[in-house]
């Protein structure tokens, strides 16, 4: 079955609607899911579900670039003890840099881009000495966060740039480095030709698709809630870019994604 990559479980969570993600998902083919930590308000919430849900929803822990704010370093000292917990975190993220949701006065931006950065740095160190998977987040900071990772010592291999929005050059980069891009609903809307340039360029042999629930829903969902069921849609019409059958992306993203996160 399909695998969510990249989900949020914390709106359903909190309409009460887990059961009905999961239930709906099952029904489209999609039969796990990983549910992406932003902050300490939702890494408590995701091992519980990951816990109650063996095998069908897995969890990560990292700080959100946009959820980067003067106390960081506390919430930062808390995230090691997470990867000794079972279930434990199957990466750590989504970690990185956010150049679009910055404050409007230039001297407020800069310092928050400052936080930003040495936020990202902690936390790929940290993922240096764990050895574990790497889960980006680059929004208008694709050069700088390349930069990082590269000066980090990460493992390449372990890093996915999640919502991929950047074009064939951009994922060659990551392809050359050993890294993955992962995909979501933007290759079904019409203006996102370089996306859709982009997940050719990659081909099969890297790809996994995620939600990024319940944000940015595919086509025919578009201006709804996304949910983890809608990850069909972005799986045919890669199949279809790719010319390959169905059952066939299933199975290779399938594959793909267990052996990035070492999925039991």
């Known amino acids: 079955m399909l695998i969510d990559s990249h989900c949020h479980f914390e709106t359903a969570a909190k309409k009460g609607e887990v059961q009905a993600w999961l239930d709906q998902a099952r029904e489209n083919g999609v039969g796990r899911h990983i549910t992406i930590g932003t902050s300490l308000k939702d890494w408590p919430l995701y091992y519980q579900l990951a816990d109650e849900h063996a ?12 959820a980067v704010e003067e106390d960081w370093e506390d919430q930062f000292k808390s995230i090691a003890s997470y990867f000794a917990t079972e279930p434990m ?6 970690i990185g840099l956010d150049h679009f949701h910055l404050p409007k006065y230039p001297d407020e931006a800069a310092e928050v881009k400052q936080l930003q950065v040495k936020a990202f740095k902690a936390q790929l160190n940290l993922a240096y000495q764990l050895e574990c998977p790497v889960v980006i987040h680059s929004r208008n900071a694709f050069a700088e966060s390349v930069k990082l990772i590269d000066e980090s010592g990460v493992d390449w291999r372990k890093v996915v740039y999640h919502c991929f929005s950047e074009g064939p050059d951009e994922v060659r980069q990551l392809n050359e480095r050993g890294g993955r891009a992962s995909f979501t609903g933007i290759v079904t809307y019409k203006s996102a030709e370089n996306v859709r340039q982009a997940m050719l360029a990659q ?12 944000y940015l829903p595919p086509e025919p969902h578009r201006g709804k809630p996304n949910q983890p069921a809608y990850v069909r849609h972005t799986a045919e019409r890669c199949a279809e870019l790719l010319g390959v059958p169905y059952e066939e992306l299933v199975e290779r993203t399938h594959a793909n994604t267990v052996a990035f996160y070492g999925l039991k």
């Open 55 to 66: 095998g069908v929803i897995d969890w990560t822990v990292g700080i959100h670039p946009c």
């Open 89 to 94: 975190p199957v990466a750590l993220g989504e």
């Open 203 to 214: 081909g099969i042999e890297r790809l996994m698709v995620e939600t990024d629930s319940p």
